[in-house]
């Protein structure tokens, strides 16, 4: 998995150690994502299915696209689409996308990088894999997440910001057998590149086999935990996590992983992904894709999409 690391990760700075008195997050819940295609066709895993929202507010939707090893002519992407009243996420740990949007975002997705996209009051893009790529194939492993907005600021003006790879704030633990990359907001006093309107907490992190690590976790956000690849657990009571399976983390101040002392062969260590974020506690109306707080609400974005009051196609779109 080709996304940000280091040789030697104990040149980077440590984890902070939880404080005293600090508790370890219990587990609530553990759910496996079934699967399902979206786009063109692209395989996804349904990493939300089965969880409350309650659990998962500030978040709505979350998509592990792959991992595939797509054959020559295979790989596939999205068409041009609409989207208002949150922010979407594109994390490429493998393969390639290229974005495009109405407002004159767009780049180049690959190799952990990120795309953070505010629809706002209302934006159209496209993802979709480079020519190149559809003539030969190859790996393709990606995230799509959907982060809310409260309805204050639904209407907010659309942006697009392009997270490089190298831009990622790397920590390891303190034995240097695990690498934490924070894509958006912090861990203690180190915090990612990501610029949110709710306030989150985006990590992926590395654990090598036999490892453990311990995260500080602000404990007025919420704790998910989801892992990409390998086996492990989670919890001081080590709950089994698998490849494909979310954890919801209740009450306290850090997340404890552990990474099963042997992984299979397609992975080296364990892949997880954890986020949080200040729950927004209000009514959510969701349908395709609009995330709004009422019917009404989406009535009307699905009226100013077809007025075309939602963007452009641009002239040199891909």
Excluded: C
Excluded at 78 to 99: A, C, I, S
Excluded at 299 to 308: H, L, N, S, T, V
């Amino acid at each position: 998995m080709p996304a940000i690391t280091v040789d030697n990760p104990l040149e980077l700075p440590k984890v902070a150690a939880p404080r005293d008195g600090a508790r370890a997050r219990r587990v609530k819940s553990i759910t496996t994502a079934p699967r399902g295609l979206e786009g063109e066709g692209f395989p996804v895993r349904r990493a939300f299915a089965g969880i409350d929202l309650a659990d998962l507010d500030p978040f709505v939707h979350m998509d592990q696209m792959g991992e595939i090893d797509y054959g020559p002519g295979e790989p596939k992407g999205t068409p041009w689409h609409p989207h208002r009243g949150f922010e979407t996420v594109t994390y490429m740990m493998e393969g390639t996308f290229l974005h495009q949007d109405s407002i004159g975002g767009g780049g180049v997705i690959e190799n952990g990088a990120t795309q953070w996209m505010t629809a706002g009051a209302g934006i159209l893009h496209i993802e979709r894999p480079p020519d190149a790529l559809i003539d030969s194939g190859g790996l393709f492993h990606g995230i799509q997440l959907w982060v809310n907005l409260p309805a204050k600021l639904k209407m907010t003006t659309p942006r697009y910001q392009d997270i490089g790879a190298q831009a990622v704030a790397l920590l390891t633990n303190d034995h240097g057998d695990a690498v934490v990359r924070i894509i958006a907001g912090a861990l203690g006093e180190f915090a990612g590149p990501g610029s949110t309107h709710t306030p989150i907490t985006l990590v992926h992190a590395t654990i090598m086999p036999g490892a453990n690590l311990v995260l500080p976790w602000n404990p007025a956000y919420n704790a998910l935990t989801y892992v990409l690849q390998g086996g492990g657990s989670v919890g001081l009571d080590r709950v089994a996590l698998n490849e494909g399976q979310m954890a919801v983390n209740v009450d306290g101040d850090y997340v404890v992983l552990a990474a099963n002392d042997t992984q299979d062969s397609r992975t080296s260590a364990y892949e997880v992904l954890i986020l949080g974020g200040e729950p927004i506690r209000e009514p959510v109306a969701a349908y395709g894709p609009f995330v709004m707080n009422t019917k009404d609400e989406l009535q009307k974005a699905f009226e100013d999409y077809q007025a075309g009051r939602l963007g452009q196609i641009p002239a040199n779109h891909i």
